[in-house]
T-cell receptor
Framework: SAVISQKPSRDICQRGTSLTIQCQVDSQVTMMFWYRQQPGQSLTLIAT?????????ESGFVIDKFPISRPNLTFSTLTVSNMSPEDSSIYLC????????????FGPGTRLTVL | DAKTTQPTSMDCAEGRAANLPCNHSTISGNEYVYWYRQIHSQGPQYIIH???NNETNEMDSLIITEDRKSSTLILPHATLRDTAVYYC??????????FGTGTSLTVIP
């Protein structure tokens, strides 16, 4: 399976600030995705991080709020901008298209609390 | 949107088989059925997946009906460590996942 790390693992932030979450995978992958999991809820897809081009956002998510970068095939960042308490969630990245497997793997998640 | 429906919660006695159902009546011909387990809000862990044949790994089994409109994940000997939320997802290989609500399984001593 793929080894995926996320930084930070958790953070407590003040309203109005921004946080950038990093996702690193141990091998090149075709696809990288970002999800949000609000307290007590299931996972919701935020966007697909496209290497070398703008991310593809799901309905209800916009680039100004959740800018995403993907400079290469092993790394991506998600920024949560101008945070409010409603952004308190676990943010997870996942990867797919790793050579030799058709399985999607998830990172450990970043637990964000906004005060 | 999620294309699966699962019971919200289930209980299972320790040592007994846990049979977790999933309905996916609108599944397309090229979509796989994936199962993941999530423990204590950690990242979901891959369990098993299949296209149209039944699948088995070292621990669990996936039974897909002939019409592919439903499936069942079988944990043959549930342990306390199997207490988790189980997600059934249908997707084309390499594509994004749309999660449903999942089933919260509680294994009872």
């Amino acid at each position: 399976s793929a080894v995926i790390s996320q930084k930070p693992s958790r953070d407590i932030c003040q309203r109005g600030t921004s946080l950038t979450i990093q996702c690193q995978v141990d091998s090149q992958v075709t696809m990288m995705f970002w999800y949000r999991q609000q307290p007590g809820q299931s996972l919701t897809l935020i966007a697909t991080a496209n290497q070398g081009s703008e991310a593809t956002y799901e309905s209800g998510f916009v680039i100004d709020k959740f800018p995403i970068s993907r400079p290469n095939l092993t790394f991506s960042t998600l920024t949560v901008s101008n945070m409010s308490p409603e952004d308190s969630s676990i943010y997870l990245c996942s990867v797919a298209g790793r050579s030799g497997t058709d399985t999607q793997y998830f990172g450990p998640g970043t637990r964000l609390t906004v005060l | 949107d999620a294309k699966t429906t699962q019971p919200t919660s289930m209980d299972c006695a320790e040592g007994r088989a846990a049979n977790l159902p999933c309905n996916h009546s609108t599944i397309s011909g090229n979509e796989y059925v994936y199962w993941y387990r999530q423990i204590h809000s950690q990242g979901p862990q891959y369990i098993i997946h299949g296209l149209k044949n039944n699948e088995t790994n070292e621990m669990d089994s996936l039974i897909i009906t002939e019409d592919r409109k439903s499936s069942t994940l079988i944990l043959p000997h549930a342990t306390l460590r199997d207490t988790a939320v189980y997600y059934c997802i249908v997707s084309i290989t390499g594509n994004q996942f749309y999660f449903g609500t999942g089933t919260s399984l509680t294994v009872i001593p």
